[in-house]
């Protein structure tokens, strides 16, 4: 249930083509709907301007068709995360319209086109470090952001980066992807005058510990704008860069209706 299924609901009892018993009764499912191994939260979509996020590890496939075919009836733009491709497949099964992007392990279900605003710079240290990057991408574009992709730019050959200046000094707001000792974040830090959200990555040799290394290091940046999501969360670091650049374009956050 999103704003314009309610208004929809509502002018449909005003002019009577809904009684209010029947409305009633839908107005019950809005906080949630309990399918048994779910509760789906219909009324996210009021509060926060995006529908409920499936998150897909270690859920069985036919708990992600359930749930998909669910929530398929009330919203668009519906974010399937860490999504293998036989999940895409199980999903593409329903019946029921989606996009894959493999790099990024996500699926968009009733994928629905956006008005792009604003400017995410999604900065990437290696090329390994791509499909953590590609994440945070495709949730910022899927929730109706202009995202600019600067990829295999790190410290190694910091003439990379400093090449690219000009796009990062545009931007509202940096993504910074990095594992091995994930200094990326804190040389973007000093360069910048937007907020950073650095996403350390598991990508390293024995010492980076599967990205605690970058994590701590990260954590302790001297510039003084840096934040700091999970290892390898590019979803959470995507959805907070959509907050920020949405903030600074003035526009309301909102993928349906």
Do not use: W
């Not at 202009?146 to 003439?159: F, L, S």
């Not at 290091?217 to 390898?232: R, T």
């Amino acid at each position: 249930m999103d704003t314009e299924h309610l208004k929809k609901l509502l002018r449909q009892v005003q002019t009577g083509q809904m009684n209010l018993y029947d409305a009633m009764q839908k107005l019950k499912r809005l906080p949630f709907e309990d399918i048994g191994y779910a509760k789906i939260d219909n009324h996210r979509c009021m509060r926060t301007g995006v529908p409920e996020v499936i998150y897909c590890e270690g859920k069985s496939i036919p708990q992600i068709q359930g749930i998909v075919k669910r929530m398929s009836g009330h919203h668009h733009n519906i974010l399937a995360t860490r999504a293998a491709p036989e999940i895409f497949e199980a999903i593409r099964e329903t019946k029921i319209e989606c996009e894959y992007h493999e790099l990024a392990r996500i699926v968009v279900i009733n994928p629905q086109p956006k008005v792009k605003v604003g400017n995410i710079a999604v900065v990437s240290a290696g090329t390994s470090d791509i499909p953590v990057a590609e994440e945070a991408v495709i949730t910022a574009e899927t929730l109706g952001n202009q995202v600019n992709r600067i990829y295999d730019v790190g410290v190694a050959g910091i003439h990379r980066l400093l090449n690219s200046c000009d796009a990062l000094f545009e931007a509202n707001v940096s993504v910074v992807v990095a594992g091995m000792e994930g200094a990326l974040a804190s040389v973007v830090g000093g360069l910048v005058a937007c907020p950073v959200i650095g996403v350390p990555t598991s990508i390293g040799y024995g010492a980076s510990f599967g990205g605690i290394a970058a994590l701590l290091s990260m954590l302790n940046s001297c510039a003084s704008g840096v934040s700091v999501v999970n290892i390898d969360n590019g979803f959470g670091a995507g959805y907070q860069a959509s907050l920020i650049n949405r903030a600074v374009d003035g526009s309301q956050l909102t993928v349906d209706g």
